[in-house]
Structure formats: structure tokens, C-alpha cells
Nanobody, 124 residues
Framework: QVQLVESGGGLVQAGGSLRLSCAASGRTSSRYAMGWFRQAPGKEREFAAAINWSGGITRYADPVKGRFTVSRDNAKNTVYLQMNSLKPEDTADYYC?????????????????WGQGTQVTVSP
């Protein structure tokens, strides 16, 4: 079992930046692929970014490409999502997810473990 806890959300003005963190605990000795997903009010949860176990491969959804950067520090069992040039349409609850894998995954169904989410609000 792996427990995931997100942090770093908050209120920011358009054009600003936030860095989300996802700390993993429990069975962290395995190789985990990690993903970030988001759910805007009234919408379905969608993929935002993903990273493989080593950090050498990343994937981004088109709406965040060039603005968001996913990274990880395996020594700290933590994954980050650096969000720059934020827009009001980035307002959502952000969730991190994990699965035991050497590959990279971009769909929700592929992930085994989920955090509780952290709220990001971007004001105009």
C-alpha cells in the first residue's frame, strides 16, 4: 500500500505560479510511475502530467504543456508539479496518483493509488 498526500494548493492570480507536492509513504521501495490529474468544478477529472519512476520520461496534457513541469525526488519520495503562467481555467482540485510500473501512464484507470487532492484557484 502507498499513501499519497498532496500539498501546495491555494489561491493565486492569473499569471502567477504554484508548486504542488505529493509525498508518498508506505511501500515506497517499489518503482512507481506517478501522475497528476485535475478536476474542475462541474467537470470530469482529467489528466495533467505524468512521470516515470526514474524521472527521465514525462508527459503533459496539451492545455498545460509549456507551463507545467512535473519532477520527482525519489530520495524524498516526493513528486512535484510546478505550475507557471496560471490561467483561471486551471482552477481545479489537483490529485496525484501512483502505480507500480517502470513505464509512464496517462489514464486514470491505470493508477492504483490516489491522494485526497489539493485545491488550486486562479483568479482573473
Amino acid at each position: 500500500q502507498v499513501q499519497l498526500v498532496e500539498s501546495g494548493g491555494g489561491l493565486v492570480q492569473a499569471g502567477g505560479s504554484l508548486r504542488l507536492s505529493c509525498a508518498a509513504s508506505g511501500r515506497t521501495s517499489s518503482r512507481y510511475a506517478m501522475g497528476w490529474f485535475r478536476q474542475a468544478p462541474g467537470k470530469e477529472r482529467e489528466f495533467a502530467a505524468a512521470i516515470n519512476w526514474s524521472g527521465g520520461i514525462t508527459r503533459y496534457a496539451d492545455p498545460v504543456k509549456g507551463r507545467f513541469t512535473v519532477s520527482r525526488d525519489n530520495a524524498k519520495n516526493t513528486v512535484y508539479l510546478q505550475m507557471n503562467s496560471l490561467k483561471p481555467e486551471d482552477t481545479a482540485d489537483y490529485y496525484c496518483a501512483a502505480r507500480i510500473s517502470y513505464s509512464i501512464h496517462t489514464t486514470q484507470a491505470e493508477y492504483e493509488y490516489w491522494g485526497q487532492g489539493t485545491q488550486v484557484t486562479v483568479s482573473p
